[in-house]
Every structure is written in structure tokens, then in C-alpha cells.
């Protein structure tokens, strides 16, 4: 097993040097305008103690970032809604405080796409070979690569070494899975710029600057009507734009607004099948809704199905079905708006056989909760309409900046607080032995669900894996394989004695196989805190977990041993000569395809929990020795 280091590194250290630099050289007046504009509109989730709660970015991941980005994002993007009051000086203030650095101090993400150019080979069929295409790798989500496609067995695990590394100019904290088809690398990042890479080499075939940040995974298929041998890249972004680009080039071919809200986004991935794209929309308007000059809230969580080739609107259902009303006014005299809420996170999941898609919901933003929040939805996959709901928690409505005390809650805050605990992964769809199929998924709860598909979503299981927070319990996803499911637990906020945890339950009876714990690691003076909050992926007879400390480990499927750890909470050498550094382990899971091993490392969100990893901007691959 590799050596794990009883030292860990303060990622966030060059930031803050780079910081206290700008801060001595920087007009003191603007440097504390900017520091007085970050305690009014932006500690309340950004600051320190704020992000566990919050689950933004915490001042150390934003300093990694440009002026220049940081700007256009509270100007047009997802967070214009709250810097709506301040003028055109007052923002770019604030982005050079936020960013720690003057504008024009770092090269632009337009320049800095293209470094490490791969010569020009034709793509041709990328559908052919060994693949992972998509959020789950397959229609059901399952998150379970087969022996002949992953190229690697659990004696080769052992051996894993780092083969390439690739670091993301001018990002701190991707939140990206990497799609690898036809040999090639496919992959956005949170400066908003989607690149093709070479899967051997990590040299890089083109970049596409999408309009904002790109979380989501990507799908790869054949485009019609453009000639024969065509193949696109489907995704979506912060600003809940959908996207379809020429696989082999970046070209783009279309491009679509899913919905109009201004801080509507797609972080779960588009599902491709069958010539149609279906497209999950969530939104931020939770973490804008406590504004007392925001009128809150009139988001709803939606399904868009497109035609895959065109860009075309073939429907589109909405998890609350009824339109959001005024309801009444808070004392500035903003008028509030119910019902809302009920986005969906991850990527959908279709059952063929049945002719339905499965999405799974997070919380209600006002009260009463609508009774589809917290939810397992089936929707007809020809029309979009509803054909049933499981919802497993009633009464969750939720906003960020919402204590627990009644009487110190913001007035835009929904009477019925509940403890938002989302879904936040995709439900994964298998065939038991006998023949029988079955739903299963995790909540943030720390509960894990099994469904029946046949008779309208009733619950046949359900196994506690741990005591739950608003970012986890079970956070990203679980995986299955043909017989056992495999749950990995968060509970970074409880502390390194509850955090972590992967528990394996046979999925025909919801029957705990074994559950094992990270080993204790020290950080500097204290323990780790090492939620495993990431997303799962299971090869035949190993699962792979990652930790918020930076931490991936192999787990045997057979009793959880540990064969193989890997810290990534290190600095990199990037083939494409960006500065790359490692960081926390969280969101996206692994992708393996053909005996190497793809992952990112520094999606860094909880960086002020004692232990993690922090922010970081590395895509690495890795492969037997």
C-alpha cells in the first residue's frame, strides 16, 4: 500500500501568501472596502464556519480563482443576485478581494486552453472500444465497469501508479467526472472551459469555453442530419445552458437554455439515449433565498428532454407542477413567492423495459414542502409525465441561512424547517439474481433506499449507513455491482469520529455485508476528518472511494479490506505545464477504462473542515505499474 503522509500540506497557503502580497501593495481604503463587501454579502456562505452549512466555496478555493471569472460570475452568473446592489466599482472591488490578486494579474482562461496541443489524429468511432460514457457509465446508473472494459482485476489494483497529470489552468475546484471514449478524454472545469484530452498522454485536442462553470458529466454519441461518422459531446453548465459539440473538433453544433431562472444550473449530467437528451435542472436560489431584498422563491426543479441532434424541445416537466404565486411580503416590502424548490442534482436514469426515467429530488424552498421533495419520481419516457412519486421525507423545506431557532431566522425563512436532506445522486437501476429489478439509492439522510420499479416505486428496504447532515450522509452516489450495493458516507461535520464509512448491503434484502472505516490519518497536530462524500465506482471485486482529505483507497467487494491507498494531496508536474496541486476528494467519482484509472483531485468545497484537503486543480490517471 502506498505510504500515507502524518504531514499534510496547507494547500491554501500560496493563496494566502499571494493574498497578504496584493494586500500590502493594494490601496488599503479598496482593500477594505472589498474585505467590508465579503462580510456583508458573502460570508454568510463563504466564510469558514459558513461552507460546511452552506456547501460554497470557502475563501481559500475562491483565491485560486481570476478577477476576471469571480467578476463575470456575481455579474452574470449564478451569484448576480446577490451583488445586484452593489455598482460596477463595488464588483470589481470585491473580485480583487475575493481573488486576492489585481486584474490582469493572471493569464486568461481564453489564452490558456491550449498548451500542450496532441497532433491530429481522426477520431473515428468512439463508441467501439473501451469506455465510460456518461455520469453511471450505463442507462441504470450503476456505476459498475465490467472486468473486460475496466482492464484491470484486483491483484493489479495494488500496483496502480500515477501515469500523467493534468492540471486545470486558472480553476480551483473541479467538479467534473471525466468521460473517456474512442481513446479520448472529455471533462469541464470551473473556469468554464471543456476540454478533449488525449487518454495515453493527456495532451490536449481542442478546448471549448462554455458560458459558465461545467460540473456535469458528459455523453457521447452519433449526431443525425450532419453527415455520416459525426459524434457530439452533450453537457451542461452553471448557467443552465445544455450543450452540443462536435466530439472530434469542439465545434460547437448547438446550444440551449433549460431554463430561464436566473439561478437555474445542471450539475447532474445529461442521460443520452435513443436520440433524445435528458437534462436534470437544479438551481442556487436556496442559497439566495434568505436575501431580504430577493423575492424568494420561484425556482422549480425540472426535466428537459431534447432532440439529441437539433436542440429541440420535446418536453419538459416540472417537479412542482403547480406555478409559484405571491404569497405575501416581508418588511422591506419584497414580495415572496410559494411553491418552489424540489431541484434534481443528478443525472437521470432510464429503465428501457418500462419505458420510464427515474430522477431523485432534493428539497422544497417554501412551505408546505411539496410532497414531491426528497422524492424518487418516474417519468414516462416517450411524454414526461409523471407516473409515480416515493417520497421518503415530507416537510423538508430548507434555505441556507436558516438557524434553528425560530426567533433568529431571516423573515424569508419557510415556517416548516426542515433538515434539507436531499437527494443528491442518481437512482440506480439492476436486476437482481432471481430475475427481479430494483431502485436503489442513498439521501443525505445517511439512509439508503431500495424501490420497486413494478409496483410504483414501493419501498422494499431501507439501511442506515450514517446519522446524516445537510452535506451528508450519503452525498454523490453509491455503486452496485450484480449483487451488493455499495453506500459511502459522509458526516464530515460530526467530526473524524463519525465521519467515513463504506458499507456494503446486499441488495435483495438491504442486509449489511461489512462496513469499514477509514484508517486514522493525523493532519498536522489533530485527526482528519474524512467524510467520504464522493461518488463510488465498482470494478469486479474492488470499490473506489474517495476521502475529503484527499485520500482514494480500494476497498475489496468481498470484506472491505483495504488493497491500495493513494493521497493526491500533493503537487503535480502537469504535462500541460500548468501549476496542478491536489486537494480534497469529493463529488465526482473514478472512471476506469481500459487498465488506467482517471480521477480529479481539489473539488475542494469543505476546505475549512479540519482535515481536508482543500481546493486543487489536477485530473490524474493512473495505471498498473
Not at 241 to 250: L, Q, R
Not at 327 to 346: E, F, H, Y
Not at 467 to 477: E, T
Not at 553 to 577: C, F, K, P
Amino acid at each position: 500500500m502506498t505510504t500515507i503522509r502524518t504531514t499534510r500540506r496547507a494547500h491554501a497557503a500560496s493563496a494566502v501568501a499571494g493574498m497578504m502580497i496584493w494586500a500590502v501593495l493594494s490601496a488599503a481604503p479598496a482593500w477594505a472596502q472589498g474585505e467590508e463587501m465579503f462580510n456583508d454579502y458573502c460570508a454568510i456562505c463563504h466564510a469558514d464556519e459558513a461552507v460546511a452549512l452552506s456547501r460554497a466555496p470557502d475563501l481559500a478555493s475562491l483565491r485560486l480563482l481570476t478577477p476576471e471569472i469571480i467578476l463575470d460570475v456575481i455579474t452574470n452568473g449564478t451569484m448576480a443576485v446577490n451583488a445586484q446592489s452593489l455598482n460596477t466599482e463595488q464588483r470589481q472591488v470585491l473580485s480583487e478581494f475575493l481573488a486576492g490578486e489585481p486584474f490582469g494579474s493572471a493569464t486568461s482562461a481564453d489564452s490558456a486552453i491550449i498548451t500542450n496541443p496532441c497532433p491530429s489524429t481522426p477520431l473515428g468511432n468512439p463508441l467501439e472500444g473501451p469506455m465510460w460514457n456518461g455520469w453511471g457509465r450505463d442507462l441504470s446508473n450503476s456505476r459498475f465497469q465490467p472486468a473486460e472494459v475496466a482492464g484491470l482485476t484486483a491483484d493489479d489494483v495494488s500496483r496502480l501508479t500515477l501515469k500523467w497529470a493534468f492540471g486545470f489552468p486558472n480553476a480551483s475546484s473541479p467538479a467534473a467526472q471525466p468521460t473517456v471514449a474512442g481513446g479520448r478524454i472529455y471533462i469541464g472545469s470551473d473556469a468554464g472551459v471543456v476540454y478533449s484530452l488525449d487518454a495515453e498522454t493527456g495532451c490536449e485536442h481542442w478546448g471549448f469555453e462554455a458560458q459558465a462553470e461545467v460540473r456535469t458529466a458528459a455523453s457521447i454519441g452519433p449526431v443525425n442530419g450532419l453527415g455520416s461518422g459525426r459524434y457530439a459531446v452533450y453537457f451542461g453548465d452553471l448557467g443552465a445552458n445544455v450543450y452540443a459539440v462536435d466530439a472530434e473538433t469542439g465545434e460547437e453544433l448547438w446550444t440551449a437554455k433549460a431554463d430561464p431562472h436566473p439561478i437555474a444550473r445542471i450539475t447532474g449530467a445529461p442521460t443520452l439515449y435513443d436520440g433524445r437528451l435528458y437534462v436534470p435542472v437544479s438551481s442556487l436560489e436556496e442559497a439566495s433565498g434568505t436575501n431580504p431584498e430577493y423575492e424568494c422563491c420561484t425556482f422549480r426543479g425540472s426535466v428537459v428532454a431534447y432532440d439529441a441532434s437539433t436542440g429541440e424541445v420535446i418536453w419538459k416537466t416540472f417537479t412542482i407542477p403547480e406555478e409559484p404565486k405571491p404569497t405575501r411580503r416581508n418588511s422591506t416590502g419584497t414580495q415572496l413567492w410559494a411553491p418552489a424548490g424540489v431541484a434534481i442534482w443528478g443525472a437521470p436514469t432510464i429503465d428501457v423495459g418500462r419505458g420510464r426515467l427515474y430522477v431523485a429530488t432534493g428539497d422544497a424552498y417554501t412551505s408546505p414542502a411539496a410532497e414531491t421533495s426528497d422524492a424518487v419520481m418516474a417519468l414516462d419516457l416517450e411524454t414526461g409525465q409523471p407516473v409515480w412519486t416515493t417520497q421518503v421525507l415530507s416537510g423538508d423545506a430548507w434555505l441556507a441561512g436558516c438557524p434553528e431557532d425560530p426567533e433568529a431566522r431571516p423573515e424569508n425563512c419557510p415556517e416548516e424547517l426542515g433538515p434539507d436532506y436531499d437527494f443528491g445522486s442518481s437512482p440506480i437501476l439492476r436486476t437482481l439474481p432471481n430475475g427481479r429489478d430494483i431502485i436503489v439509492i442513498g439521501q443525505k439522510s445517511g439512509i439508503g433506499w431500495a424501490l420497486d420499479p413494478e409496483n410504483e416505486g414501493e419501498i422494499l428496504w431501507d439501511h442506515t449507513v450514517g446519522q446524516g447532515s445537510i452535506v451528508g450522509g450519503i452525498q454523490w452516489g453509491a455503486a452496485a455491482d450484480e449483487e451488493l450495493v455499495y453506500f459511502p458516507n459522509s458526516d464530515i461535520v460530526l467530526g473524524p469520529s463519525a465521519a467515513g464509512g463504506l458499507a456494503a448491503v446486499r441488495m435483495e434484502t438491504g442486509e449489511r455485508v461489512w462496513f469499514a472505516r477509514p484508517p486514522s490519518l493525523m493532519c498536522g497536530d489533530s485527526e482528519c476528518v474524512q467524510g467520504q462524500s464522493a461518488a463510488v465506482t465498482v470494478i469486479p471485486g474492488v470499490v473506489f472511494s474517495g476521502s475529503s482529505n484527499g485520500v482514494m483507497r480500494a476497498y475489496s467487494t468481498t470484506d472491505g479490506e483495504i488493497i491500495w491507498e493513494q493521497d493526491t494531496v500533493l503537487e503535480y508536474s502537469a504535462v500541460n505545464g500548468v501549476a496542478a496541486k491536489g486537494g480534497a476528494l469529493n463529488g465526482p467519482g473514478v472512471t476506469v477504462v481500459d487498465g488506467t484509472l482517471f480521477m480529479t483531485s481539489g473539488y475542494g468545497y469543505l476546505g475549512a473542515i479540519g482535515g481536508s484537503g482543500g481546493p486543487g486543480n489536477v485530473l490524474l490517471a493512473f495505471e498498473v505499474e
